[in-house]
């Protein structure tokens, strides 16, 4: 293990230096050489080491600065503020996470795996470890899994199966996986899609059954509570997983797809609409990205195709389009848009929005309310002796200066007045986005609303004349003592 792991982080060197796969695999090449193992395992130590160099570039994170072990531990180590038992604990993590990793890939021809396979003897089933120059050593499987019964098969026909072993608190753990042919998919998207959104609080997941004409048939609410009161990691995985069979049986029963959001364009740290230590706490808890993949798993199992659009604009265009009129939640709203992007429907700015946006009062209006907070949170930030405070008011002083440059550029030039089935438009202002700053938190209160029953009279007028309201002030805002942007 500590061989491999060191042809890991060797391996993934030589790639940042440009060495290509061939070059480094090679018997007679430097990791054979080097660290004394056979080719199959140079090239799955390559293979390793190829995807934390994708996962690096994917995140925007500087390959060059990943640390193997991982950076938290590193950054403990460096500071040297502990000792005693807790470092020893310590160095004896990183020392785990950075040399206790072995792993194969399993092959067919070689009958499962060749470098780590799986024997059965005497009713108990054993893993056979390759430790090169033709010695081996034994290790007993100890699994309640169950899924065992299904790699015992496996195991027993010479199917391929891949194996990784890591070091845990200083006993070895086994991960075994392998690819199922999948299933015929019987239930797509001409009868329909199911699309689902979520949200960290309060933690539930928002479903919205949409007809292939992009009407809404039903939607539905699964709450996710017991997650967050789960008591460890594994009872928290397996209310995901009943989850997300809930969601695939309810699409397979409706015969219908199932609409996501793209998980590479996912990013959790903007769901939401809250801030403060309460909420990063919920925030941190937010399992959507998991559960995603969960769905996506049992989906192709199951034979259920899966959809997955941008999810720009999804939200914003939920509250202001959907959930007034039919009196939805604005997370059943965002599943809704998502619904109707997946099946190719453009979203139309509603007459009554246009109207709204070429009223020239009512950029103005908006953009004098956003003026006045930009001046009151200025004010405020400069009284602030509180470092934690001030950065908070710093971050509201760079939104509302956001919110008055999508404003001016509505003055300036308009661009596109309907939203596209990828939520991007041509060059100019985002009118779903210039709606959203100048209505949510001058009329509303909230930049993110909860009630967005007052945009109907304004949605369903056909009027803006007619039903015109008038936008709050920054004085009444800093009345609520910015409670309407920190709730």
Same mark, same amino acid.
């Given at each position: 293990?500590?061989?491999f792991?060191?042809?890991t982080?060797f391996?993934?060197?030589r790639?940042?230096e440009?060495?290509s796969?061939e070059?480094?695999?090679?018997?007679?090449?430097?990791?054979?050489?080097?660290?004394?193992?056979?080719?199959?395992?140079?090239?799955?130590?390559?293979?390793?080491?190829?995807?934390?160099?994708?996962?690096?570039?994917?995140?925007?994170v500087?390959?060059?600065k990943?640390?193997?072990?991982?950076?938290?531990?590193?950054?403990?180590?460096?500071?040297?503020?502990?000792?005693?038992?807790?470092?020893?604990?310590?160095?004896?993590t990183?020392?785990?996470?950075r040399q206790?990793?072995l792993?194969?890939?399993?092959?067919?021809?070689?009958?499962?795996n060749?470098?780590?396979?799986?024997?059965?003897?005497d009713?108990?089933?054993?893993?056979?470890?390759?430790?090169?120059?033709?010695t081996y050593?034994?290790?007993?499987?100890l699994?309640?899994h169950?899924?065992?019964?299904?790699?015992?098969?496996?195991?027993?026909?010479?199917?391929?199966?891949?194996v990784?072993?890591?070091?845990r608190?200083?006993?070895?753990?086994?991960h075994f996986?392998?690819?199922e042919?999948?299933p015929?998919?019987?239930?797509?998207?001409?009868?329909?899609?199911?699309a689902?959104d979520?949200?960290?609080?309060?933690?539930?997941?928002?479903?919205?059954?949409?007809?292939?004409?992009g009407?809404?048939?039903?939607?539905?609410?699964i709450?996710?509570?017991?997650?967050?009161r789960?008591?460890?990691?594994?009872a928290?995985?397996?209310?995901?997983?009943?989850?997300?069979?809930?969601?695939?049986?309810?699409?397979?029963?409706r015969?219908?797809a199932?609409?996501?959001?793209?998980?590479?364009?996912?990013?959790?740290?903007?769901?939401?609409d809250g801030?403060?230590r309460?909420?990063?706490?919920?925030?941190?808890?937010?399992?959507?990205?998991?559960?995603?993949?969960?769905?996506?798993?049992?989906?192709?199992k199951?034979?259920?195709?899966? =959809?997955?659009?941008?999810?720009?604009?999804?939200?914003?265009?939920?509250?202001?389009?959907y959930?007034?009129?039919?009196?939805?939640?604005?997370?059943?709203?965002?599943?809704?848009?998502?619904?109707r992007r997946?099946?190719?429907?453009?979203?139309?700015?509603?007459?009554?929005?246009?109207?709204?946006?070429?009223?020239?009062t009512?950029?103005?209006?908006?953009?004098?309310?956003?003026?006045?907070?930009?001046?009151?949170?200025?004010?405020?930030?400069?009284?602030e002796?509180n470092?934690?405070?001030k950065?908070?008011?710093?971050?509201?002083?760079?939104k509302?200066?956001?919110?008055?440059?999508?404003l001016?550029?509505?003055?300036s030039?308009?661009?596109?007045?309907?939203?596209?089935?990828e939520?991007?438009?041509?060059?100019?202002?985002?009118?779903?986005?210039?709606?959203?700053?100048g209505?949510? =938190?001058?009329?509303?209160?909230?930049e993110?609303?909860?009630?967005?029953?007052p945009?109907?009279?304004?949605?369903?007028?056909?009027?803006?004349?007619g039903?015109?309201v008038?936008?709050?002030?920054?004085?009444?805002w800093?009345a609520?003592?910015?409670?309407?942007?920190?709730?």
């Amino acid at each position: 293990m500590r061989r491999f792991s060191s042809a890991t982080r060797f391996a993934y060197q030589r790639l940042l230096e440009g060495y290509s796969r061939e070059e480094l695999k090679q018997e007679d090449g430097p990791l054979c050489q080097l660290f004394g193992l056979n080719t199959r395992y140079v090239d799955d130590a390559i293979l390793k080491a190829q995807g934390v160099l994708d996962s690096a570039r994917e995140r925007g994170v500087d390959p060059r600065k990943v640390v193997f072990g991982g950076r938290s531990l590193f950054e403990g180590l460096k500071r040297k503020h502990l000792s005693g038992k807790r470092l020893l604990e310590l160095k004896r993590t990183w020392k785990e996470k950075r040399q206790g990793l072995l792993y194969s890939r399993g092959d067919r021809s070689k009958g499962g795996n060749l470098n780590l396979r799986l024997e059965v003897e005497d009713g108990a089933l054993w893993l056979r470890i390759n430790l090169g120059h033709r010695t081996y050593i034994k290790a007993l499987v100890l699994s309640s899994h169950p899924q065992v019964k299904a790699l015992v098969e496996r195991a027993l026909l010479g199917e391929p199966y891949n194996v990784e072993l890591t070091l845990r608190n200083g006993e070895v753990h086994a991960h075994f996986t392998w690819q199922e042919a999948s299933p015929p998919i019987v239930a797509t998207k001409e009868r329909g899609v199911l699309a689902l959104d979520a949200n960290a609080h309060p933690h539930h997941l928002a479903l919205a059954l949409v007809s292939p004409d992009g009407e809404l048939r039903h939607h539905f609410t699964i709450p996710l509570n017991e997650v967050d009161r789960a008591p460890n990691r594994g009872a928290k995985e397996i209310l995901l997983w009943k989850a997300a069979h809930q969601v695939v049986d309810l699409a397979l029963s409706r015969g219908v797809a199932i609409a996501t959001e793209r998980l590479k364009h996912f990013r959790k740290s903007r769901r939401g609409d809250g801030s403060g230590r309460r909420f990063r706490s919920i925030q941190h808890r937010f399992a959507y990205a998991s559960l995603l993949q969960k769905v996506h798993t049992l989906a192709r199992k199951k034979g259920v195709q899966v =959809l997955e659009v941008n999810p720009s604009d999804t939200s914003t265009i939920g509250m202001l389009k959907y959930a007034p009129p039919l009196s939805l939640s604005k997370d059943t709203a965002a599943a809704y848009v998502i619904g109707r992007r997946a099946l190719g429907l453009k979203e139309e700015l509603p007459q009554s929005y246009k109207r709204l946006l070429e009223d020239p009062t009512f950029p103005s209006d908006a953009q004098s309310f956003h003026e006045g907070l930009l001046k009151d949170l200025e004010k405020r930030r400069e009284g602030e002796n509180n470092p934690y405070l001030k950065r908070r008011l710093t971050r509201e002083i760079g939104k509302t200066k956001q919110a008055l440059a999508l404003l001016s550029s509505l003055r300036s030039s308009p661009g596109s007045q309907r939203g596209s089935t990828e939520g991007r438009n041509p060059p100019g202002a985002n009118p779903w986005r210039v709606l959203r700053v100048g209505l949510f =938190l001058p009329l509303l209160g909230r930049e993110v609303p909860r009630d967005l029953s007052p945009l109907k009279p304004i949605l369903l007028g056909g009027s803006w004349e007619g039903g015109k309201v008038r936008l709050r002030s920054s004085s009444w805002w800093r009345a609520q003592g910015a409670n309407g942007r920190f709730a």
